[in-house]
């Protein structure tokens, strides 16, 4: 998934006029989000929390999805399209560093398995 984010990123950086192609890396990255994120669900929750979760991811994702848009619709406006290529690769950094994190605390308690 991180490499999907880098290439986002460089086609974004790259092809600053036709960002299309940066389109089609945005929906493979959310295609390889979900066909991880939501299978580990069903080792995190019970049964009967299942469908809760799957609901309440969905509806996180579809809400950073809606605001993603308005928020780098604005930076855009106000600092153009060199803001929101800063404000896209911040992001996906902080995501990787809060990953990598996550991934030290789950080595350091003894549930990494990668």
Do not use: Q
């Amino acid at each position: 998934m991180m490499i999907g984010i880098i290439f986002m990123n460089l086609a974004i950086f790259l092809f600053k006029s036709n960002l299309f192609l940066s389109l089609i890396f945005i929906g493979l990255n959310f295609g390889m989000f979900s066909s991880t994120v939501w299978p580990t669900l069903a080792f995190i929750l019970k049964s009967n929390e299942l469908g809760y979760g799957l609901g309440i991811i969905t509806s996180l994702i579809n809400f950073g999805c809606t605001m993603a848009g308005i928020l780098f619709g604005y930076i855009r406006g106000t600092y153009g399209e060199d803001g929101v290529i800063i404000g896209l690769t911040t992001a996906n950094v902080l995501v990787g560093c809060f990953a990598f994190g996550f991934y030290l605390l789950d080595k350091k308690i003894g549930r990494a398995h990668v």
